[in-house]
T-cell receptor, first 115, second 112 residues
Framework: DAGVIQSPRHEVTEMGQEVTLRCKPI?????LFWYRQTMMRGLELLIY????????DSGMPEDRFSAKMPNASFSTLKIQPSEPRDSAVYFC?????????????FGQGTRLTVV | GNSVTQMEGPVTLSEEAFLTINCTYT??????LFWYVQYPGEGLQLLLK?????DKGSNKGFEATYRKETTSFHLEKGSVQVSDSAVYFC???????????FGAGTRLFVKA
């Protein structure tokens, strides 16, 4: 398996523009997680899905952020409008089962820069 | 609430030196504990894990023992290599939940 695939790897956009990040989880995995990594706040869980259904979005910072999972092989994280403070590395991860013993497999991340 | 505290970096060592990265946690219940490693330009990958007290996780020469009495899960390696240079994250997932809480990460530099 190719692992978790994220696109794009790098994104530079202007403040106010819409940004869409994409993720393809490992085939067969039923949990999908979106994380944001910054120097100041470390690694934060934004939202996670189970069987394509959003379970907990309490980590989504503002209404400007939204995430969807239309099917088992694709998810998007959208920021509209984007702001400079959204600059971070965004990771998608997937796992088979989401219990306490479960390993999460991470994608390589999307480095977002909002200017 | 649940939290993970790990030693601040960066940690700089010479090749073949002994490595310890401290990690302590706060959690209700009986969490599972993990160490993840992040190499430059990549995502995190699981290094090792322990799911109950006194368990020892090990992989690639790294070890960590789940110490409930001291709420710790320190990462150790007897002889580091240049290729071990990376950022190491301690993490926990509590039973009954699906949120993995990560520490701030510790950057390790190993010099030849």
């Amino acid at each position: 398996d190719a692992g978790v695939i994220q696109s794009p790897r790098h994104e530079v956009t202007e403040m106010g523009q819409e940004v869409t990040l994409r993720c393809k989880p490992i085939s067969g995995h039923d949990y999908l997680f979106w994380y944001r990594q910054t120097m100041m706040r470390g690694l934060e869980l934004l939202i996670y899905f189970n069987n394509n259904v959003p379970i907990d979005d309490s980590g989504m910072p503002e209404d400007r952020f939204s995430a969807k999972m239309p099917n088992a092989s694709f998810s998007t994280l959208k920021i509209q409008p984007s702001e400079p403070r959204d600059s971070a590395v965004y990771f998608c991860a997937s796992s088979l089962g989401g219990g306490a013993y479960t390993e999460a497999f991470f994608g390589q991340g999307t480095r977002l820069t909002v200017v | 609430g649940n939290s993970v505290t790990q030693m601040e970096g960066p940690v700089t060592l010479s090749e073949e030196a002994f490595l310890t990265i401290n990690c302590t946690y706060t959690a209700t219940g009986y969490p599972s504990l993990f160490w993840y490693v992040q190499y430059p330009g990549e995502g995190l990958q699981l290094l090792l894990k322990a799911t109950k007290a006194d368990d020892k996780g090990s992989n690639k020469g790294f070890e960590a023992t789940y110490r409930k009495e001291t709420t710790s899960f320190h990462l150790e390696k007897g002889s580091v290599q240049v290729s071990d240079s990376a950022v190491y994250f301690c993490a926990l997932t509590n039973t009954g939940g699906f949120k993995t809480i990560f520490g701030a990460g510790t950057r390790l530099f190993v010099k030849a």
